[in-house]
């Protein structure tokens, strides 16, 4: 009896110990299974990213992504030859035209009453000084009593730069003055700064013109350019769009410079500035969206897909809207491919074009690609700023509850933690690309990212640079996603696309679904 005893002890010592290495214990009694391939995907993301080189690529070395530039075209190209080294079919699919553009130097100067560099830049799509340096005295824009006295007034400009924006009280964040100012100092100066805001609005509203339609009258006043400051209310920082003339420069300059140039001017020492600001119109140019694809392998017309827009505005490198997204997604497909290379469904990720003008890269693809759009398992989409991913709602689909929550069990607890979730939530009608796979009916979800002053120091601002990237929480959301993906490929149910009743109006009447929209497929063209 004692020998069958030992016989038997050493049997089921040798099955604990010959267990699948896929199986660990929890504290009660019954194996859990761990998943292989989301253990693969965490150690090849940790012990081989890819990602600070894929950041150094596109935003130092291509930069920003400006829609009909060369460079955008430049960062499609790239996509393309990055994924098919890495065995991943990619391809650019042409969605519209744009008019094409290419920013040179921007130098500015103060001449007069001294010298000073200018720190400062022409805005997207401004025309250039054609090479040459333009300099002329500087005047603010005046207050006037009616649209009639600025008409009396326009021929003034004629050979001047010409101040638009408020000459902000100060340079310094609220937060700066909530740690250091008193109350009473930061009181009195958000009063006095409220009172000048309000002034100033009621300034331009005299004139008669809005903010698209006062430079182009400038200009046809033969004004030599248009001056503006878009402060972002952090240090250093501002934003930086588009320009509306046509033959004259449109200038951002620094809250700091232009301060100067605001107060010299308003105290008659009439500051006079010298500007070089090179361009080139390129014509029409072809826009696309990048598409990369894992084909899947039993249900390969159904489709999970990596979103995040490939476009940005060119203040800086584009670096957290939306290289980060970029980054995340391309990473995750490296991932997914390399340990996950025969999904269930179709992979895809679509690097969208032109977000920045309204969504138009994702909106074609949805019009253009009905049959992928009604075949889709889920849409995962990132894209505001560096953060580590903190909220997930349903996007208003009722029973996203029961996959996503599935779905998340299987991501690694400090990731998962400290992510809130809503359902059934509302459907997102816009703010990014998710937004126009969600008004198609289709499951798709955004990603959303920790601050990281994201508002303040990186939308869209001179600021959003490579240095901004935090490589730790863009490393998080790599896994986050390519875990995401794999677990909607496998899933053996179809998602459920069925809607919840949103929250009435004051009369009692449901909120309607977003619709779909057209996208603009020829910008700046027409």
């Not at 401004?126 to 005295?137: E, F, L, Q, Y």
């Not at 408020?166 to 909530?178: I, K």
């Not at 700023?385 to 929550?405: C, I, M, P």
């Not at 509302?426 to 690309?433: E, K, V």
């Amino acid at each position: 009896m004692k020998r069958i005893y030992l016989l038997l002890t050493l049997w089921v010592t040798c099955q604990a110990a010959c267990l699948p290495t896929a199986l660990v214990f929890a504290q009660g009694t019954n194996p859990v299974p761990k998943d292989a391939v989301v253990e693969s995907i965490i150690k090849e993301a940790t012990e081989n990213s890819q990602l600070e080189k894929l950041g150094h690529e596109l935003m130092d070395v291509i930069g920003p992504r400006l829609v009909g530039s060369p460079q955008m075209q430049q960062a499609h190209d790239w996509a393309v030859a990055t994924y098919k080294g890495w065995n991943i079919t990619a391809r650019n699919e042409k969605w519209g035209e744009w008019r094409g553009w290419e920013r040179g130097v921007s130098h500015i100067d103060m001449v007069a009453p001294r010298v000073k560099s200018l720190e400062g830049m022409q805005l997207a799509w401004s025309p250039g000084t054609n090479g040459k340096t333009v300099t002329a005295d500087v005047v603010i824009l005046p207050e006037v009593a009616d649209s009639a006295a600025f008409r009396k007034w326009l021929p003034s400009a004629k050979g001047k730069f010409v101040l638009i924006s408020m000459n902000q009280p100060t340079g310094r964040p609220d937060y700066n003055w909530q740690e250091f100012g008193t109350k009473e100092s930061f009181e009195k100066m958000k009063k006095d700064r409220d009172a000048q805001t309000e002034a100033w609005a009621n300034r331009l509203r005299k004139t008669g013109y809005n903010a698209r339609g006062l430079p182009l009258a400038l200009e046809k006043a033969g004004a030599a350019g248009v001056v503006m400051s878009y402060w972002s209310k952090g240090f250093g920082a501002n934003k930086i769009f588009g320009a509306y003339t046509k033959s004259i420069p449109t200038i951002d300059i620094s809250l700091e410079d232009y301060g100067l140039l605001y107060r010299l001017a308003e105290s008659g020492h009439t500051p006079r500035i010298s500007v070089k600001a090179d361009a080139k119109e390129t014509g029409v140019s072809p826009t696309f969206n990048t598409i990369g694809e894992i084909r899947g392998t039993e249900k390969p017309n159904e489709y999970v897909i990596l979103s995040a827009h490939f476009d940005s505005w060119d203040g800086g490198s584009g670096a957290t809207d939306n290289g980060t997204g970029t980054l995340v997604m391309m990473e995750a497909m490296r991932i997914l491919k390399k340990v996950y290379p025969n999904p269930k469904r179709t992979i895809l990720v679509g690097h969208w074009g032109s977000e920045e003008q309204g969504l138009n890269g994702s909106r074609a693809f949805v019009e253009d690609h009905p049959e992928i759009v009604q075949n889709i398992q889920a849409v995962f989409n990132q894209d505001n700023g560096t953060g580590r991913v903190v909220n997930l709602t349903g996007q208003g689909f009722l029973n996203s509850y029961e996959y996503l929550t599935r779905w998340l069990s299987k991501v690694p607890e400090p990731i998962r933690t400290p992510i809130e979730t809503t359902f059934p939530g509302a459907p997102g009608a816009g703010g990014s690309d998710f937004a126009s796979f969600v008004a198609a009916g289709a499951p798709a979800f955004s990603l959303s990212s920790l601050s990281w002053s994201y508002g303040t120091y990186t939308w869209h601002t001179n600021r959003d640079t490579y240095d901004k990237i935090v490589f730790d929480d863009v490393r998080s959301n790599a896994i986050l996603a390519a875990i995401l993906a794999y677990q909607a490929s496998e899933d053996p149910a179809k998602t459920s696309r069925e809607k919840s009743i949103l929250p009435a109006d004051s009369k009692g009447v449901p909120a309607a679904w977003p619709e779909p929209r057209k996208p603009i497929r020829r910008g700046g063209l027409d």
